[in-house]
């Protein structure tokens, strides 16, 4: 795997897969290693990508200070591998808990970014993260599900409050198709996930939000936000409070859909994404030509 060096002197790792043009692409978790992330559902067929492993996950090191977990302290990361790639300005895909550190990217250096999609993002960085009520909203979709009537009361203790569910039952609300790919998809995630640093990404103080707020919608490139019809975290409606906080943003629901788009529907996520991609190319293109 290819390596780089953080600022601070943190080994970082990326995967790559495909041709063309680089997509870096910045993994959620909070913190789970890009593994998990495939070639997302193909889109490797049409441009190369570069999954970043954030800092103690897959083959990038641990840092010596865990407080550098938090997310603001991670852009610098993000701003070392597009120096590292040689490139002045990147595209940029961010799933889940990684689409906090994009938009803190976006927003620190606006005019390196040429495009950037946002899968399935809570919403976090802008202080409008899903709430109880919506993930329960969204779980209450599945009813007539083969798994429904074991998974659900788990589901709805544990966001009361109430203990740790077993995920290999509830972990199927994540999912648009709980098959045996999604299955295998979430029995994976404690070995790829840093659990030292999981819990510190999304400290509240790695956030402003009205400062924010501010700065994205002073980003000019093309944004693309997906949710999922059956995500519960987020919403298709708290998905779209991402796309309003830019001036250039569209917004799409990716039907029969869960947190893991790509997963349910390879096909249809692929297409969306790279055409979105392939339309902010050329419009590039056009601007500097």
């Not at 202080?127 to 909203?137: K, N, V």
């Not at 209450?140 to 203790?157: I, K, Q, Y």
């Not at 198709?177 to 819990?199: I, P």
């Not at 490139?221 to 019809?229: F, N, R």
Request: glycine share 12%.
């Amino acid at each position: 795997m290819p390596i780089f060096t953080a600022p601070d002197g943190t080994r970082l790792s990326y995967r790559e897969s495909g041709e063309g043009e680089p997509l870096v692409v910045l993994p959620g978790g909070p913190l789970r290693a890009s593994a998990y992330l495939g070639d997302l559902g193909g889109l490797a067929g049409r441009r190369r990508l570069v999954l970043l492993d954030l800092r103690g996950t897959g083959g990038s090191a641990r840092p010596a200070d865990p407080a550098t977990y938090r997310c603001d302290r991670q852009v610098d990361d993000v701003e070392a591998l597009r120096v590292h790639l040689g490139r002045e300005r990147i595209d940029v895909l961010a799933h889940s808990a990684g689409g906090s550190l994009a938009m803190l990217y976006a927003a620190r250096h606006p005019h390196r970014v040429s495009a950037l999609v946002l899968v399935t993002v809570n919403p976090w960085a802008l202080g409008r993260p899903a709430t109880a009520e919506e993930r329960l909203a969204a779980a209450r979709l599945r009813r007539g599900e083969p798994w429904f009537d074991e998974a659900f009361p788990a589901f709805e203790a544990w966001l009361g409050g109430g203990a740790e569910p077993d995920w290999a039952v509830v972990a199927a609300f994540f999912h648009g198709r709980w098959d045996d790919a999604a299955r295998a998809h979430e029995a994976a995630v404690d070995e790829q996930t840093c659990a030292e640093g999981e819990d510190r990404f999304l400290d509240p103080a790695a956030f402003d939000p009205p400062a924010l707020r501010t700065a994205l919608a002073e980003v000019s490139a093309p944004v693309l936000v997906l949710a999922g019809e059956l995500d519960g975290g987020p919403r298709p409606g708290r998905a779209r409070l991402v796309a309003d906080a830019f001036p250039n943003a569209g917004f799409a629901v990716q039907a029969g859909a869960g947190h893991y788009p790509w997963l349910d529907d390879p096909g249809r996520f692929a297409a969306r994404v790279g055409d979105f991609l392939e339309t902010a190319g050329r419009r590039g293109a056009a601007r500097s030509g």
